[in-house]
């Protein structure tokens, strides 16, 4: 059983940035795809991004491509999402997740290991 714990929240201003940490522990984090998803007030749970064992393949949501970086450290069992130009709309908990199989990360928004989230808003 995999144990995911976020951090890095916290409360910015539109345009500025922050970076997301989840600390990994349990299984060996070479082991598993991770992902970013977020869930804002009334809406549901969405992907952000994802990123494969290795590091190499990395994927985005959309509305967040171009201003958020997915990353990891296979060495130090941590994984990142360094978040820039923020915008108002990005406001939500943030979770991290883990899953052998990456398309359960990018397609089916599940995994098999969630963490307890980090709170993340962004004023106008």
């Known amino acids: 059983q995999v144990q995911l714990v976020e951090s890095g929240g916290g409360l910015v201003q539109a345009g500025g940035s922050l970076r997301l940490s989840c600390a990994a522990s349990g299984r060996p984090f070479s082991s598993d795809n991770m992902g970013w998803f977020r869930q804002a007030p009334g809406k549901e749970r969405e992907f952000v991004a994802a990123?494969?064992?290795?590091?190499?393949?990395?994927y985005y949501a959309n509305s967040v491509k171009g201003r958020f970086t997915i990353s990891r450290d296979n060495a130090n069992n941590t994984m990142y999402l360094q978040m820039n130009s923020l915008k108002p709309e990005d406001t939500a908990v943030y979770y991290c997740a883990a899953d052998g199989r990456l398309g359960r990360l990018t397609l089916g928004a599940t995994a098999s290991g969630w963490g307890q989230g980090t709170q993340v808003t962004v004023s106008s």
């Open positions: 990123i494969d064992r290795s590091g190499g393949l990395t």
